[in-house]
């Protein structure tokens, strides 16, 4: 079965948390925040939009973080803050893996991992032919 994943990025004062899939590909990049509690809100709202497209609930996704139900339910609202271990932990538990990056290298490491065009594309590529040698190349 095949998930949408996201990846988020997160301005926390001179750092940027920045979610990404550990599973399958990359649907969008999050916006950047200003305020905590406005960050609180955009985490919850990932939390729980990555946690329902893999049907688990709040406590599947709380016994594999090591937190209580309720703990996790008001982190998902918003309504509470976390340590950096907790939402690394409950991160993992949805299969994203958190990274704190310096703000001067995000714009590098979203274009690392920005889904391609087909500008991207190298000019040759191998496809198989049925003569004696088995490929060709061919410009696309």
Not at 21 to 44: F, T
Not at 47 to 60: E, S, Y
Not at 102 to 117: E, K, T
Request: charge should be positive.
């Amino acid at each position: 079965m095949i998930r949408k994943q996201i990846m988020k990025v997160l301005t926390c004062r001179w750092m940027r948390y920045l979610f990404v899939p550990s599973r399958i590909g990359i649907d969008r990049i999050g916006s950047i925040m200003d305020s905590e509690s406005e960050i609180l809100r955009e985490i919850a709202g990932l939390f729980r939009q990555v946690r329902l497209a893999a049907a688990m609930t709040q406590k599947q996704v709380a016994d594999l973080a090591g937190i209580s139900r309720p703990r996790y339910r008001d982190i998902e609202k918003g309504a509470a803050a976390a340590r950096a271990t907790t939402l690394m932990n409950i991160a993992r538990a949805l299969g994203l893996e958190m990274m704190l990056v310096p703000q001067a290298m995000v714009s590098a490491v979203q274009a690392l991992l920005r889904p391609h065009d087909d500008d991207d594309r190298p000019a040759f590529v191998s496809q198989p032919d049925d003569d004696d040698h088995g490929s060709s190349l061919s410009r696309t």
